[in-house]
Structure formats: C-alpha cells, structure tokens
C-alpha cells in the first residue's frame, strides 16, 4: 500500500514536470549530431560461436531504425582482439577472435572504450593486436596503451563539422591492469592529470564525452566516488558522462545541464546470465545551437531468449524498465526531472 502510493506520487511529479516544462521539437534538424551509446559489449564465448553462424549483422537486426542515423555509435569494448599473450590469473579471462571485430563495423560502432578490466587479460601483446585491429577499421578508441601518457591520448572524431572528444578510463582492478609512465595498460584517472585533459580536450573541440569503467558489478546504485568524479569532470569541461561496468542499470543524473549516464548495463555480451535481462541504448542529439535531446531506448538482453540480438522493449515491459530507470534516477537529481513513455529525458535546463 505505501509502495502504491509512493509510486503514484513518482509519477505525479513526472507528469506535473512534463507539464510545466514542456518537450523540445523532438526531431532533429539536419545539422544535428546522433550519438549513440551502448553499454558492455563481449564478443567472445558462445557470442562469437552465434556469429559464426549467423553473420556478423546478426546482433543488430532489431535495431537498424536507430544504428542507421546515428553518426557516432559507442560502446564499451570488454574484450580485446586477438591470438596472442599469455593469461592473467584471475577469475574471468577474455579474449576474441579478431575477425569479429567485423561485427562492430556491421553495426557502424566507430567508438570504443579501452578503459576497462579484462582489456589486458592477455597482456600488451593482445593489446597491441587490438589497437593494431581497430586502427586497420578506423574505429576510434582511448584508455589504454604502451604507457600512461598513450593510454591518456584522447580520441577525436570530426562530424559535420564539429569536433567531437573522447576519453577513457578504467577505475576498476586489478590494480596491475593500469598504466604507469613506463609499463602498459589503461588508464586510471588520477587527480594530477584527469581534469586537467578534460579541460584540455573542450578547449580544443566542441562536446567532449567521458567514459568511466566503474562502481561494482550487480550494482545499482551509483556509488559516491562515481557522482564527485563525475561532477568534477563536468566542472572541467566534460559535456556527456558515459558509465559501465556494473553489467547493469544504474540511475541518470543531470548536472549543470550536462548528461551522466552511470551504468548503460550490457550491449552485446557473451553469457546467459541469469542476472543481466534489460539494459539501454542512450540516444543523445547534439543539435546546431549546441543544446541536447536525450532519449533512451530500452532493450533486452536476456541472451537465453534474444541470443545475443537486443531487442527494443514495447508496451508494458518498456514502461515497466521506465519506471524503474525513472526511479532510480530520483535521488540522482535536485532539480526537476523526468522520463516520458517514449523515453525521452527532459529536465530543468541550468
């Protein structure tokens, strides 16, 4: 009974947001940019074993309408290409095959994170393979590499003539996966440097977007350190916060009128997990005048009855996963917010 309540009061306040401030013209205009994000993809295990059967396009035949406009499609890439190293000892290990780097470009991925926890799995040989794979592709990446100052290297991607940045990083262990001034691995934000490259990056392109491989897995609350970090950053100039690691939802906060999204959940994962059923796609529209449209797309990834194929929740499920996304972005936000049954996002502009 007090849920009840509760939940209708929930949505009380959406619907008096919604009035009070109104939706922008939701179609973008032909100057706008489309980004859209995607959370954890794993392409190897039983994933790749379906890809070899089915094609590479496979994993995104329910969601052409939104792969298909999008100028910047990113994702988190969990699991390096390639054949070489020797394995990390530690509880999951993950390596893939580099021609399935075939399925990002079926997707038009052009975006990856290397800021990750099983990107160095094999070492830097494996590494060095998949900068070598996506680099062949022209697939933008950041977060890792020979050394601290590589793995720190912003990405830039040019579109319609903006400048779009990007940078990566990965706080999760273990501690030996992270670079250092002379040895390899990715890069973890360190306060002596990581808001200085934010504000480094802005001032030399027009929506910067950061990565953070964070918080814990199952987890879904965003933990303290997650928000200060994110804030900060914004404070130096990031314009779009991007999370993942937790292999599940976690809330949306708007801050100072800029976009964190602290866990996208998985993409395209290797496993069956029992664990992990919804997650999103995040569609952001940077449109000429600079200000943004959101909009999320929710999507299941219960691989035991999409197989590694997403598919766009409808009708009642899709409200359902609102509702929740809804809620847990609550205690995120001071200022009015809220999310609509098409699941656009709109708050209180700063």
């Given at each position: ?32 940019i489309?980004i859209?994000?995607?959370g ?14 089915s ?10 309408e ?5 100028d910047?499609?990113?994702t ?11 394995t ?8 893939v095959k ?8 079926a ?10 926890n ?16 996506l680099e ?6 950041a ?10 290297k ?12 990007f ?11 992270w670079?250092s ?13 990581v ?15 950061v ?5 814990a897995?199952?987890?879904?609350n ?23 690691h937790?292999h599940v ?7 100072k ?11 395209i ?12 796609l ?7 005048d600079d ?5 999320v797309?929710?999507?299941?990834v219960?691989?035991?009855e ?7 929740l ?9 509702y929740r996304?809804?809620?847990?972005s609550l205690e ?7 999310i ?5 996002i709109k708050?209180?502009?700063s």
């Open positions: 009974m007090i849920f009840n309540r509760y939940k209708r009061l929930i949505w009380i306040g959406f619907l008096l947001t919604f009035l009070f401030f109104g939706f922008d013209d939701e179609n973008s205009n032909v100057e706008a489309n859209l994000a995607s954890d993809t794993m392409l190897g295990s039983w994933a790749g074993m379906v890809m070899a059967d094609g590479y396009a496979y994993p995104f035949q329910y969601l052409r939104y792969v298909d406009e999008a910047i499609f990113f988190n890439l969990e699991a390096p290409f390639g054949t070489t190293g020797q990390f000892e530690k509880q999951y290990t993950f390596r580099p021609d399935l780097v075939n399925v990002l470009l997707g038009k991925i052009n975006l990856v994170s290397l800021g990750n099983h990107i160095m799995d094999y070492g830097f040989s494996c590494l060095q393979e998949t900068i070598n794979v062949k592709h022209q697939i933008k990446f977060g890792a590499g020979r050394n601290l100052q590589e793995a720190r912003a990405a830039v991607l040019e579109v319609k003539g903006k400048k779009i940045g940078l990566s990083y990965s706080l999760t262990f273990p501690e030996e996966f670079a001034d002379s040895t390899p691995g990715t890069c973890f934000p360190y306060d002596t440097f808001f200085k490259d934010v504000k480094a990056l802005k001032k030399t392109t027009d929506f910067v977007i990565s953070c491989h964070w918080s897995e199952l987890l879904e965003a933990k303290k350190y997650q928000i200060n970090l994110a804030h900060r950053m914004i404070d130096s100039g990031a314009d779009l916060i991007l999370g993942h937790p939802l976690q809330g949306i906060e708007m801050y009128g800029r976009l964190i999204a602290y866990s996208l959940g998985n993409f994962f290797g496993s069956y997990s029992e664990n992990v059923k919804d997650s999103m995040l569609k952001i529209t940077l449109q000429a200000s943004i449209i959101a909009q797309v929710p999507i299941k219960y691989n035991k999409v197989e590694f194929r997403p598919v766009p409808r009708d009642e499920e899709k409200q359902e996963f609102i996304l809804a809620k847990l995120l936000n001071d200022s009015p917010f809220g609509n049954s098409e699941g656009f708050w209180q502009k």
